[in-house]
């Protein structure tokens, strides 16, 4: 990721995409064999941003239909009643959020899987929340703040030292 200042305020989608970006920076770090990350410690570290990323943007958009910051869900049966109650035909919303929450939350951050697969799709899923709900505000991001980067999933290949 580039160095840019960071300039836009706390919750703004350009900063769901900048926890997206993160995490995409710190999977990177873990090299790839047989199908699975190696170092689960980066894999842990990008899911819990990944799902953040998510949560992210639907804190956004709470806010942007007009909830104050002090009444943002505190639990996952939170923004499930949110996304049930305050977003227009929400059934790609739940289930891109129900990938996220199993793939990236339960199985990748707390039970420390590290298929890529699972990774990748949690990865997309995220990116999808944050594409719908800004497509929801009007697509409102401000081109000039920071946003998730074209570059694709950046990858580390094991190669045995041959001495």
Known sequence: MTKLKHTDSEYTISEAYRYLANAKETIAKSPIAYGRYCDSKYVREAAGMVYLAALKALDVYLIFIGTDRTKLPKSLKGYWNFIHKKIPLNGKLTAAMST???NMHIDAYYRGHTGVG???EGFENSRKIIEMIDKLMG???DKNLL????TPY???RIVKNEK
């Open 139 to 141: 697509n409102t991001t």
């Open 147 to 150: 946003s998730e980067p074209k």
């Open 100 to 102: 996220v929450y199993e």
């Open 118 to 120: 699972l990774v990748k």
């Open 154 to 156: 950046k990858t580390k």
